[in-house]
């Protein structure tokens, strides 16, 4: 399988190969634009960012990550579609088999305010659009769990500015956000029962998480979490399925016992029977993709910020799981 696009014609709408940039995706600035006209947040989101800002789940703190992370996790997010220093092969196979066209289920968990959603939305449409990807019709139900009420109204929010933009890129996009507790077994069997019915259809799934290491790492939340994941993926399986996991490379996603370690463990010995003849090895930890980048603020034109980013393709093809 080729890559979504070859590093040498991303458009330098996207990506500016002589200084290494990134340039967030039009339609994403214009949704991220909107969203902070809409919260009243656009002139917060043009002051400094506050040093140790960490996300959480009240109005104030879904403000401050839409002013202020925002355009960082989805410069994230864009990096690893676009794998413009060709480091990351893997994921972008993965986005050439799901977006290739036809209909195809996005599970974005958390979804937050919709970083990661409205960029690989934003980022396709506009490979498109400079005609580096063809306008096969592509119809995407996306189902996003957040428990913060006010991220989701955000996220559904944002959908709305760009829906006639994707549509003129042959992209229809029909979007639902519903309450999601990763620690709450009933509350992930609902999501699970969504994704099942809404996915019934679907000739792909991708079940996209971001930058979520932080909320699991702390006070034994992955232990109680692992099992809602375990049934997550189990819903997920399809033929062409994947979960891709990003998370930003800190030490205590990095470090010998850390997150994406306990990560892949968990998955090798709980998935171990979703290899095939053709990958029988399992994931091991020295294959994480990793890749950084400078980003163009948005809303700053004299100002660029450092991005990078850890991640990790799952594949989740129709086989069972280790009883």
Aim: aromatic share 10%; charged share 25%.
């Amino acid at each position: 399988m080729q890559r979504l696009i070859k590093k040498e014609d991303i458009p330098r709408t996207l990506w500016e190969p002589d200084h290494g940039r990134i340039h967030l995706a039009p339609d994403l600035i214009h949704a991220w634009k909107s969203l902070l006209n809409y919260s009243g947040l656009f002139e917060k989101a043009h002051l400094p960012v506050p040093k140790n800002l960490v996300g959480g789940v009240t109005k104030e703190d879904t403000d401050d990550h839409l002013a202020w992370r925002f355009s960082g996790s989805s410069a994230r997010v864009q990096l690893g579609i676009l794998d413009p220093r060709g480091n990351l092969s893997g994921i972008s196979d993965a986005f050439a088999r799901i977006f290739s066209g036809g209909t195809v289920l996005i599970a974005d968990l958390p979804c937050g305010s919709g970083a990661a959603l409205l960029t690989i939305l934003s980022t396709i449409a506009e490979l498109r659009r400079e005609g580096r990807l063809p306008r096969e019709p592509l119809y995407i139900k996306v189902v996003g769990g957040e428990i913060s009420e006010s991220a989701r109204d955000y996220a559904e929010q944002a959908i709305g500015y760009i829906k006639d933009s994707l549509a003129d890129q042959a992209i229809w996009v029909s979007a639902e956000f519903i309450s999601w507790d990763v620690l709450n077994r009933f509350s992930t069997a609902d999501l699970s029962t969504k994704l099942t019915l809404t996915g019934s259809d679907c000739t792909a799934r991708l079940l996209i998480l971001a930058n979520f290491s932080g909320f699991l790492q702390a006070d034994g939340k992955w232990k109680a979490a692992k099992q809602q994941f375990e049934s997550l993926f189990m819903h997920c399986r399809n033929n062409e399925s994947y979960a891709i996991w990003i998370e930003p490379p800190t030490n205590t996603v990095l470090a010998s016992g850390g997150f994406f370690g306990r990560l892949i463990g968990w998955f090798n010995d709980r998935f171990s029977t979703l290899r095939t003849p053709e990958d029988p090895e399992p994931i091991k930890f020295e294959s994480l993709g990793q890749c950084s980048a400078k980003v163009q603020h948005p809303l700053r034109e004299e100002h660029q910020f450092d991005v990078g980013l850890v991640i990790q393709r799952f594949d989740l093809p129709k086989s069972g799981a280790r009883a």
